[in-house]
């Protein structure tokens, strides 16, 4: 059996229509979406409403850490909008119709903190199953999906606004994670919380992973445990006990699949 997983596709259709070739299935967990192209500053939603010298702002304010300023300068680009939340959701399903139409191997898909969740059946067709929070068996190995990235401690989770992105609380996590059950393979959007899996080495902080993943890691050990959202890792893949943990992404940039074989 040979599996293809790829996380973080941020737009790139072209490259995730070459995802499964070779595969008997490919996983895919999650950030379809390109809202913020930090490397081309043209290019994702917001490049494509503000242009490329509004976005270059936006990312060194970012970079900078400036959070009031990007807050600031973010509600400014919004606000020259008539009705920013039906642009932003006129840019996604566009995204959606075409990254949905490239998964054409039997795909196997959980979403990420840059997706929309609610919208995933409407393009998800015949091939592709959507899982969060559950499981599925593939050549005899039992997959469990979780999807979502986690809410910072104490953060509130927002209302409103022109997008929402997919952020969960640990509990919310765990009780997906609870409800797996016995898995051979880990799939989930966050890192287990690892130091070395959640520090980003170019933006320089420490994403959020999850302790929930991690317990069940060291109570199970899976075979694999794979994950994106951190996109350039301090450690791309770490073995703990007999679990190898291995982030996938960021398959916008790499366009390579990692590979499963048993």
């Known amino acids: 059996m040979r599996v293809h997983v790829v996380s973080d596709v941020h737009g790139n259709a072209e490259a995730l229509a070459k995802a499964g070739d070779g ?10 979406i390109d809202f913020v192209d930090y490397h081309d500053h043209a290019g994702g939603i917001m490049g494509a409403v503000f242009g490329e010298e509004a976005i270059a702002t936006f990312a060194r304010l970012r970079r900078e850490r400036q959070h009031n300023e990007v807050a600031a300068f973010a509600r400014t680009l919004w606000t020259s909008l008539d009705d920013p939340a039906a642009v932003v959701e006129d840019a996604v399903r566009e995204q959606y119709a075409r990254l949905f139409a490239a998964m054409t191997v039997p795909t196997y898909a959980t979403p990420g903190n840059v997706d929309v969740p609610a919208l995933w059946p409407e393009y998800a067709g015949e091939n592709v199953r959507v899982l969060d929070g ?9 997959f469990g999906f979780v999807g979502g990235a986690l809410l910072p401690p104490g953060a509130v989770r927002r209302r409103g606004g022109v997008f929402r992105p997919y952020l969960r609380t640990e509990e919310e996590i765990a009780g997906d994670v609870a409800r797996l059950g016995a898995v051979d393979v880990l799939c989930s959007h966050a890192p287990p919380d690892v130091p070395e899996l959640t520090y980003d080495v170019v933006s320089r902080r420490v994403e959020h992973g999850s302790p929930a993943l991690l317990g069940l890691i060291r109570a199970q050990a899976p075979r694999w445990a794979v994950f994106g959202h951190v996109h350039q890792p301090l450690a791309a893949r770490m073995r703990l006990s007999y679990t190898e943990c291995v982030n996938v992404g960021h398959f916008q940039r790499t366009q390579r699949p990692y590979v499963l074989r048993w």
């Open 23 to 32: 595969a008997d299935a490919l996983v895919v967990l999650g950030d379809l």
């Open 134 to 142: 559950e499981t599925v068996e593939l050549g005899g190995l039992r």
